[in-house]
Structures are given as C-alpha cells and as structure tokens.
C-alpha cells in the first residue's frame, strides 16, 4: 500500500462487513450512551484506525462492491466510540454536499483517485484536491465536502467516523447552504445482509 499522506481539511460549522463473508470476531455493536455523552476519539487515533483497516485488505477486498448503479457502503466493525466503512466508486458517484453531524472521521483512499470538493471560505466557490491512493483525509467537526470519482477507473476507500454516525446534513452544491438533516437510528448492529448493512449508511437515505 502507499505511503499514507495526511493534510488538514477546509471546515465550516452547520445550523451517507462483512470481511471474508462474516463479521470480525472483535466487532460489537454500536451501543451505550447517546451521541451527546460520547466524545470523538483524537484524530491522530481515527488515523491509525483508517490507516490499520486500509492495510489489512483481506478483511475487506471480497467484501467492498463497485457497482454502477450506485455506492454501496458496507460497514466493517461498529463500537460505541467510532465505526468504520468500506465504500467502492464508480466513475461519476459521489455523495452529495454533506457533513457529518456530531461525528468526526477520517478516510483513506486505498485504490483508485477521489475528487474532494469543500467550500472556498469566504469567497465563493469550491476548492478541489485529487486523492490519489494512500492519501488520508481528517475530517473535523463541522467539514462540509462532497467526495466523488472523477477518474475511470473504480476507486476504494476506508472511512471511520466517532462517534458512529448519527446524522448528516446535506447542502445546496453551489450556496453551501444547508438543505435537509437526516438522522438515523441510534442502534444499528453489524449485519452480515449486505443489503442491510449497506441500508444503514445515512447517505443512503436520500436516494428512497
């Protein structure tokens, strides 16, 4: 895998696994105290978790599905303090405009290239960066980006989000002006359905 190269995200504040077929014996779900009780876990920590994940392909290369029809986010393990998900891409899909909620993250690109787009600060418009494979991308709170694949070939990459997700808001693409929050079911236990497991993901709501 390459090296992985880390660079400090544009935020702005506001107001989208079963490796080798089963769940990994360690995984457990995501429970306890709400979202409000728990606090994210230090970004050099969700780092190491990206990086660690992305490096052990066997545990998610039969698992993660670049299908044209649309992402399928499937995630790896869920505790109570972070989760993590392998996304395939295809040419043309993205996310939307979006953040995270109460939850920050990081992600990995572990094959392929990614388009981030952020808003520009106060100057209107976007900023883009190419994520070429191995480059890893924090995510702190308030990071309003859409993520997309710009390139021809598929891409992979590994997210992790602490707290587990909860919600997203997702943003007009040219205001960054917020549009609709989503929230999800605070319970959301590993699955070994990939058609479940892939349900779960909040960005995949918006598409229902």
């Given at each position: 895998m390459s090296t992985i190269a880390s660079s400090s995200p544009i935020s702005r504040q506001a107001g989208g696994r079963h490796p080798l077929g089963r769940p990994p014996a360690t995984a457990v779900p995501a429970t306890g105290p709400g979202p409000g009780d728990r606090e994210p876990l230090p970004a050099h920590v969700l780092a190491d978790i990206a990086a660690g994940f992305a490096a052990a392909r066997p545990l998610w290369e039969s698992t993660v599905r670049h299908d044209p029809d649309g992402r399928e986010p499937v995630?790896?393990?869920?505790?109570?303090?972070?989760?993590?998900?392998?996304?395939?891409?295809?040419?043309?899909q993205n996310v939307r405009v979006h953040d995270?909620?109460?939850?920050?993250?990081?992600?990995?690109?572990?094959?392929?290239?990614?388009?981030?787009?952020?808003?520009?600060?106060?100057?209107?418009?976007?900023?883009?960066r190419t994520l070429g494979a191995g480059r890893l991308r924090h995510l702190a709170l308030g990071t309003v980006h859409d993520v997309v694949n710009r390139a021809v070939e598929p891409a992979t990459s590994i997210h992790v989000y602490s707290p587990p997700l909860t919600s997203m808001t997702y943003y007009?693409?040219?205001?960054?002006?917020p549009e609709e929050t989503e929230s999800i079911v605070e319970e959301r236990p590993l699955l070994d359905d990939r058609a479940s497991s892939y349900a779960l993901h909040p960005s995949q709501r918006t598409r229902r």
């Open positions: 995630r790896l393990i869920g505790t109570d303090s972070y989760e993590v998900w392998v996304i395939g891409w295809t040419t043309g995270h909620g109460d939850s920050t993250g990081a992600f990995v690109v572990t094959e392929g290239e990614l388009t981030e787009v952020l808003p520009s600060g106060g100057s209107g418009g976007v900023v883009e007009d693409a040219e205001t960054f002006e």
